[in-house]
């Protein structure tokens, strides 16, 4: 996912013995508390082996290990990377051989304290039993090379896995999950295949570009990387061009349903669209109780908070589970908030090291006696809410799909990749919300402009907010017993069920 142009800590780990390095690393996404960094430096101080320990930069750029207090001890001892490959893996002959630096131990399972924190104690104590010579970790290292052995085996030639895969192929129900709207998908299909010169010098923002099935697009209507080199080395070029390689009578399962993008799912002859979402949370479509919250909420006091609010008079604003807005978008839209005067709640998600976002809003204190300003809070439940009259989102396909089947009307703010698309679709296509006029900055009178046509009463809001309830009636017309994505996802069943007892009984032969 990173392109690493620096790879001294390969050569720094040849320079060390065997099975000697301590190897640290927390994922690609997982951001981890400065005082869990603080008491995994000092474990590694205490236990006295050579490390490599990757530690993400910042968003900013800034370099998380700085706030160290043992930094220089610990890089004296050590390696401290942004970035590794821990698993070095090539192609060859049509086989993947991965090979692993041997230098590293697996770890074993640490206590965390009443607090919630591993101390420096528990990680020595975990590390001298991977490593050490006695009885559990002699055990330990036999597991390890049992499991290696038999993933090993699995993979050859004539491995569990290498024959499940192999077994009757053509038998076999392959299909892609595009998770974001068909549209988006022959936007990425056309720019990769014979339609890629439409895409070459097309900068000016007033160009429209026209391709099959597709409403008019401009450049700012497209998502990101379309513009990008097709050799790009951007990983993300790179998966989405993958995807889009699809063979004759292929089957896409797109999150959309029929009555949605009923064109798009049929611009392609030689490949099979087939439509099965709304993928979104049942509550959205039968009233269930189902919860699936990324995080858990400790607090629900603004709940009790909507609850007080007049039906359909509440502003809510949330930007999605990893996007971030800049300090000067959150100052235009905090001061647009107050120049509307209705209550609002507002998602404004926590830096990595606690610091809250929206101290930095000059207008914090008048913000507070208008409206709430969260961390984190049930999207699922709010949208639900009869008190939200409007959603200010950034257009994500997950919120535009909760969106619609919640009966919400839309402001989109799209920020990247496939929601400025999005954005397109609500505004022109299905008509649903307004879009934000971009022009560098979004400037304050244009949400306050955006907001009191979605929520206002006069004919453009009423018009909107009649969109907004067909949309939402279909979307739950298509999860019903009926429906067309229910029909598609008992047939899609059944075909996997004669395909597994297919399976089974050339298994047995």
């Given at each position: 996912?990173?392109?690493?142009?620096?790879?001294?800590?390969?050569?720094?780990?040849?320079?060390?013995?065997?099975?000697?390095?301590?190897?640290?690393?927390?994922?690609?996404?997982f951001?981890?508390?400065?005082q869990?960094?603080?008491?995994?430096?000092?474990?590694?101080?205490?236990?006295?082996?050579?490390f490599?320990?990757?530690?993400?930069?910042?968003?900013?750029?800034?370099?998380?290990?700085?706030?160290l207090?043992?930094?220089?001890?610990?890089?004296?001892?050590g390696k401290?990377?942004?970035?590794s490959r821990?698993?070095?893996?090539?192609?060859?002959?049509g086989?993947?051989?991965?090979?692993?630096?041997?230098?590293?131990?697996?770890?074993?399972?640490?206590?965390?304290?009443e607090?919630?924190?591993?101390?420096?104690?528990?990680?020595?104590?975990?590390?001298?039993?991977?490593?050490?010579?006695?009885?559990?970790?002699?055990?330990?290292?036999?597991?390890?090379?049992?499991?290696?052995?038999?993933?090993?085996?699995?993979?050859?030639?004539?491995?569990?896995?290498?024959?499940?895969?192999?077994?009757?192929?053509?038998?076999?129900?392959?299909?892609?999950?595009?998770?974001?709207?068909a549209?988006?998908f022959?936007?990425?299909y056309?720019?990769?295949?014979?339609?890629?010169?439409?895409?070459?010098?097309?900068?000016?923002?007033d160009?429209?570009?026209?391709?099959?099935?597709?409403?008019?697009?401009?450049?700012?209507?497209?998502?990101?990387?379309?513009?990008?080199?097709?050799?790009?080395?951007?990983?993300?070029?790179?998966?989405i061009?993958?995807?889009?390689?699809?063979?004759?009578?292929?089957?896409?399962?797109?999150?959309?349903?029929d009555?949605?993008?009923?064109?798009?799912?049929?611009?392609l002859?030689?490949?099979?669209?087939?439509?099965?979402?709304?993928?979104i949370?049942?509550?959205?479509?039968?009233?269930?109780?189902?919860?699936?919250?990324?995080?858990?909420?400790?607090?629900?006091?603004?709940?009790?908070?909507l609850?007080?609010?007049?039906?359909?008079?509440?502003?809510?604003?949330?930007f999605?589970?990893?996007?971030?807005?800049s300090?000067?978008?959150?100052?235009?839209?905090?001061?647009?908030?107050?120049?509307?005067?209705?209550?609002?709640?507002?998602?404004?998600?926590e830096?990595?090291?606690?610091?809250?976002?929206?101290?930095?809003?000059?207008?914090?204190?008048?913000?507070?006696?208008q409206?709430?300003?969260?961390?984190?809070?049930s999207?699922?439940?709010?949208?639900?809410?009869?008190?939200?009259?409007?959603?200010?989102?950034?257009?994500?396909w997950?919120?535009?799909?909760?969106s619609?089947?919640?009966?919400?009307?839309?402001?989109?703010?799209p920020?990247?990749?496939?929601?400025?698309?999005?954005?397109?679709?609500?505004?022109?296509?299905w008509?649903n919300?307004?879009?934000v006029?971009?022009?560098?900055?979004?400037?304050?009178?244009?949400?306050?402009?955006?907001?009191?046509?979605?929520?206002?009463?006069d004919?453009?809001?009423?018009?909107?907010r009649?969109?907004?309830k067909?949309?939402s009636d279909?979307?739950?017309?298509?999860?019903?017993?009926?429906?067309?994505?229910?029909?598609?996802?008992?047939l899609?069943?059944?075909?996997?069920?004669?395909?597994?007892?297919?399976t089974?009984?050339?298994m047995?032969?």
């Open positions: 996912m990173i392109e690493i142009s620096l790879k001294n800590y390969m050569d720094w780990l040849n320079l060390n013995e065997k099975g000697s390095v301590i190897y640290i690393a927390f994922g690609s996404y951001k981890i508390l400065s869990l960094m603080e008491e995994l430096g000092h474990g590694m101080l205490k236990y006295g082996r050579p490599l320990s990757v530690i993400k930069e910042g968003q900013d750029g800034d370099k998380k290990e700085d706030k207090s043992c930094i220089d001890k610990l890089e004296k001892k401290i990377s942004i970035a821990y698993l070095l893996w090539h192609a060859h002959s086989t993947i051989k991965f090979v692993m630096d041997n230098s590293f131990k697996i770890f074993g399972r640490m206590v965390l304290d607090g919630g924190v591993v101390k420096k104690d528990e990680f020595n104590r975990c590390i001298t039993i991977v490593m050490g010579d006695e009885e559990e970790g002699t055990k330990i290292r036999r597991n390890f090379k049992k499991w290696s052995d038999l993933a090993k085996e699995a993979m050859k030639e004539n491995g569990t896995s290498r024959v499940n895969l192999n077994i009757e192929k053509s038998h076999v129900l392959i299909a892609l999950f595009w998770i974001q709207p549209t988006v022959y936007v990425h056309y720019r990769f295949t014979d339609y890629s010169d439409y895409f070459k010098n097309s900068d000016a923002k160009k429209i570009i026209e391709l099959p099935g597709l409403p008019p697009l401009s450049p700012i209507n497209f998502p990101s990387f379309v513009f990008d080199n097709v050799e790009s080395s951007n990983w993300a070029v790179k998966s061009k993958r995807q889009i390689e699809i063979e004759e009578n292929s089957r896409v399962l797109v999150n959309t349903f009555a949605l993008e009923s064109d798009a799912l049929r611009i002859k030689h490949v099979t669209m087939l439509g099965i979402g709304p993928s949370p049942s509550i959205f479509i039968d009233d269930n109780t189902f919860r699936a919250d990324m995080i858990e909420i400790s607090s629900k006091n603004y709940m009790d908070w609850n007080s609010k007049d039906k359909g008079s509440l502003i809510y604003i949330a999605g589970s990893y996007s971030k807005i300090t000067q978008l959150m100052e235009e839209i905090g001061h647009e908030l107050l120049k509307c005067g209705r209550p609002f709640l507002w998602v404004i998600r830096e990595q090291d606690r610091d809250k976002m929206e101290d930095k809003l000059s207008c914090k204190d008048e913000l507070e006696k409206g709430k300003i969260v961390s984190w809070c999207q699922v439940e709010v949208l639900k809410h009869p008190s939200v009259g409007c959603f200010l989102t950034h257009c994500g997950n919120s535009t799909l909760e619609i089947a919640s009966k919400v009307p839309i402001v989109a703010c920020l990247w990749n496939d929601q400025v698309c999005n954005a397109k679709l609500i505004h022109d296509i008509k919300g307004v879009r006029n971009v022009s560098g900055v979004v400037k304050r009178d244009e949400f306050y402009r955006c907001i009191t046509i979605v929520m206002g009463n004919e453009e809001g009423k018009e909107l009649r969109n907004v067909k949309w279909l979307a739950k017309e298509a999860m019903t017993e009926n429906g067309t994505t229910s029909v598609k996802s008992r899609l069943r059944m075909r996997f069920y004669l395909v597994t007892m297919s089974e009984s050339l047995n032969r």
